[in-house]
């Protein structure tokens, strides 16, 4: 996965943070995948074990929603705004970020 891809994932979490809203977890994720309310999931690469997130890309790739995976735990955290690592993320309401989560769509189709 491009590093752009990854920097503007990251972005988009944090500007849906401040203006939009995020569900933090790998449950959570995966409830508003299943829900259909996600517009964006980012997980972590170094998640363990890593069946934990394997079912993530499988059913936004289902839904038609963009999943993009990154590199660490730390950064997805911080990204959220927390201070503790996360396994994924989920943004539910767009915000500000609505553009970016286009541009990542368009990128990733």
Do not use: F, W
């Amino acid at each position: 996965m491009a590093d752009e891809l990854i920097q503007k994932a990251l972005e988009a979490i944090e500007v849906a943070k401040n203006t939009g809203k995020i569900k933090k977890g790998t449950n959570e994720a995966t409830k508003a995948l299943e829900r259909g309310t996600a517009k964006l999931v980012v997980y972590a690469k170094d998640v363990q074990p890593a069946e934990i997130v394997m079912h993530l890309p499988i059913i936004a790739k289902e839904k038609g929603i963009p999943c993009i995976q990154v590199n660490s735990k730390e950064e997805l955290g911080t990204a959220a705004g927390i201070a503790v690592p996360t396994s994924a993320i989920a943004v539910i309401a767009e915000g500000d970020a609505k553009k970016l989560i286009e541009e990542l769509k368009i990128k990733l189709s």
